[in-house]
């Protein structure tokens, strides 16, 4: 039996998303995609209803956060009870948060680990991010809005407990199923546990930027950018983002 599993998604309970659950779960069975984990920033407002609503279009929700760290990084966190560990941004240090991801038994995602809100691109000390790793279930090897990462190999050399995986990260319902995971199995049980255990995960390339993104994408970097936006007003720039940004 193949499972197709987004593991990156974010909901109308995401500060910076709108996306309804009737959405997710159309476009979900669109794309054949069987589990989705949501992971809204800092919260876990996965209801019942949610949960129904998804079920009627042949996915199952998988409840996850995103927690924003004390040092900036985003981890994601994904359990039935994650809930219980929810609070406000930057509530917790990366130390912290991952010991009670722990504790709690939860799967750890690390997502695209190089952007400035990554584990290896927020500042974090080396001695923090190894220890973070070191209990680190999943890496995305490639993240659909911030692209492939050039650490992999480094990880997979020093960290044989991690398992590399690839992210939509959707925020609009244009995203979700960008980037998805496939394995088979014999029986469906815990679908991110058979993600983590697999030896033969497929990914899975529903959708990809094109060169005129990532150029733009690297000039938001700049400081010219930085400077030029300051004096631009927010539609003029909103404009300017839907141009060089279209999918």
């Not at 974010?10 to 500060?15: C, E, I, K, Q, V």
């Not at 996850?64 to 900036?72: D, L, M, Y």
């Not at 609070?87 to 690390?110: F, Q, T």
Request: aromatic letters at 8%.
């Amino acid at each position: 039996m193949n499972l197709l599993i987004e593991t990156h998604c974010h909901s109308h309970y995401s500060h910076d998303c709108k996306t309804s659950m009737q959405s997710i779960g159309e476009r979900c069975r669109r794309l054949g995609i069987n589990f989705i984990v949501i992971n809204d920033h800092d919260t876990c407002g996965v209801l019942d209803r949610d949960e129904a609503i998804l079920a009627s279009y042949g996915v199952t929700v998988i409840k996850g956060i995103e927690f924003t760290t004390k040092e900036g990084a985003h981890i994601i966190g994904i359990h039935s009870d994650i809930k219980s560990l929810e609070n406000e941004r930057g509530y917790y240090s990366l130390i912290e948060l991952v010991n009670r991801l722990s504790l709690l038994g939860a799967k750890i995602i690390v997502p695209h680990p190089e952007h400035y809100t990554g584990l290896l691109g927020c500042g974090a000390v080396d001695a923090d991010v190894d220890y973070v790793l070191r209990k680190t279930h999943f890496v995305e090897k490639e993240n659909f809005k911030y692209g492939p990462s050039s650490c992999t190999q480094r990880i997979s050399e020093n960290y044989p407990n991690v398992k590399f995986i690839v992210g939509s990260d959707a925020h609009s319902i244009e995203d979700v199923g960008s980037q998805i995971n496939s394995i088979v199995v014999e029986k469906i049980e815990d679908p991110i546990e058979g993600l983590y255990n697999s030896t033969d995960v497929e990914f899975v390339f529903n959708k990809r930027h094109g060169n005129m993104y990532w150029a733009f994408r690297h000039f938001q970097a700049s400081k010219i950018y930085q400077l030029v936006i300051r004096v631009m007003r927010p539609e003029l720039r909103r404009r300017i983002k839907r141009i060089f940004m279209k999918k």
